[in-house]
């Protein structure tokens, strides 16, 4: 483990963190980060529903030694009935660089795993290049591209065999 990644511990999230997700998302809803991520909107509904709820959906976050979440993770699917879940990643702008990002997916694939997965599948923006660099170096790999919601850009499936 190297000197970063002692920075960050990883856990799923629950009831008691309800407050921070609330801070975490209102800070983080802006334009340089939602334009990236934006699986859903990042609102207190949101967080109150992730930490609150009952859902068969895995919801992570990374926590600085202060109790601050720098970084979300998630498994999503299987709600809606899906076998292979979708991996989510969002880390707080000011924290980016740190291996915060490949931490919690390392969490996310192994709780994957450990559900008894066979594969994890991740929708990326073609042009996002720190995030198509970490998931191929974590062995995603293009499963299919074409046109994005946002007019002139491209998204890209990747899996990963577990």
């Not at 190297?2 to 799923?12: L, N, T």
């Not at 699917?77 to 291996?99: F, K, M, N, T």
């Amino acid at each position: 483990m190297s000197r970063r990644d002692e920075e960050v511990s990883v856990r799923a999230l629950g009831p008691a963190d309800r407050a921070e997700l609330e801070r975490f998302y209102r800070e983080n809803n802006r334009p340089d980060v939602t334009a990236q991520f934006h699986p859903f909107p990042l609102t207190d509904e949101r967080a109150e529903f992730i930490a609150c709820a009952a859902h068969c959906d895995e919801y992570y976050a990374a926590f600085s030694r202060e109790g601050r979440i720098v970084g979300m993770a998630m498994l999503r699917g299987w709600d809606e009935g899906y076998e292979i879940p979708s991996l989510g990643v969002v880390v707080d702008l000011a924290c980016r660089g740190r291996g915060i990002g490949r931490r919690l997916c390392d969490w996310a694939i192994g709780r994957a795993r450990e559900r008894g997965c066979r594969r994890v599948r991740l929708t990326v923006q073609a042009g996002n290049a720190p995030a198509l660099k970490l998931y191929r170096s974590l062995g995603f790999r293009e499963e299919s591209r074409g046109p994005a919601a946002e007019p002139g850009r491209e998204r890209l499936v990747m899996m990963k065999d577990l």
